[in-house]
């Protein structure tokens, strides 16, 4: 079975400044995919980034890009420069079998961009 | 937009009742995944439809039930209704086709709320 942490319910920043949202997982699996999701108010989850666990090097989509530590079973995401769009709730998951997915869901943390 | 769409996308029921929750895939997508998502909560899966048959199922009772349609399409049937089972209902469509894009689309969800 797996689990997803995330540690951090709600969080703030500037708008401009740099921002972490940390996650940890668990798996038995030794081939395991990760992705960040941003759900704004209108309830839809988008895709913000994905990691595949057999890949050494950290995945980047502009300004978005994670920080994959695969003994430490940790996938934190960093947001540059941060923008009003930003605020959302941003959503860690997991699954073992991509094309197949079932995905295991952190909690979510809260991000709020401050004007 | 991703192309998922559900419906309806508020409704109202009495505890005890039953509930229709429809989904139409993205297209080219032939696996349809439902979650619920509990208010302040992550989601959490449900079942999964690959092809017309249910491939998987996370911890939910068996008046949780679905279908999927030749289309792809797929319905989510929820029976003797409990207050708990308020939330958003989430549909996921995917594709284990890697020429696809291995990408998951999520639609806007289906908020019920039992009284």
């Known amino acids: 079975a797996q689990t997803v942490t995330q540690s951090q319910p709600e969080m703030s920043v500037q708008e401009a400044e740099t921002v972490t949202l940390s996650c940890t997982y668990d798996t038995s699996e030794n081939n395991y995919y990760l992705f960040w999701y941003k759900q704004p108010p209108s309830r839809q989850m988008i895709l913000v980034i994905r990691?595949?666990?057999?890949?050494?090097q950290n995945a980047t989509e502009n300004r978005f890009s994670v920080n994959f530590q695969k003994a430490a079973k940790s996938f934190s995401l960093k947001i540059s420069d941060s923008q009003l769009g930003d605020t959302a709730m941003y959503f860690c998951?997991?699954?073992?079998?991509?094309?197949?997915?079932?995905?295991?869901f952190g909690t979510g943390t809260r991000l709020t961009i401050i004007p | 937009e991703t192309g998922v769409t559900q419906s309806p996308t508020h409704l109202i029921k009495t505890r005890g009742q039953q509930v229709t929750l429809r989904c139409s895939s993205q297209?080219?997508?032939?696996?349809v995944s439902w979650y619920q998502q509990a208010l302040g909560q992550g989601p959490q899966f449900i079942f999964q439809y690959y092809r017309e048959e249910e491939n998987g199922r996370g911890n939910f009772p068996p008046r949780f039930s679905g279908l999927q349609f030749p289309n792809y399409s797929s319905e989510l049937n929820v029976n003797a209704l409990e207050l708990d089972d308020s939330a958003l209902y989430l549909c996921?469509?995917?594709?284990?086709?890697?020429?696809?894009?291995?990408?998951?689309?999520f639609g806007e969800g289906s908020w019920l709320t039992v009284v």
């Open positions: 996921a469509s995917s594709s284990p086709d890697r020429a696809v894009g291995n990408t998951i689309y």
């Open positions: 998951a997991s699954t073992t079998n991509f094309g197949n997915e079932k995905l295991t």
């Open positions: 990691q595949e666990a057999y890949k050494q």
């Open positions: 297209s080219g997508h032939n696996t």
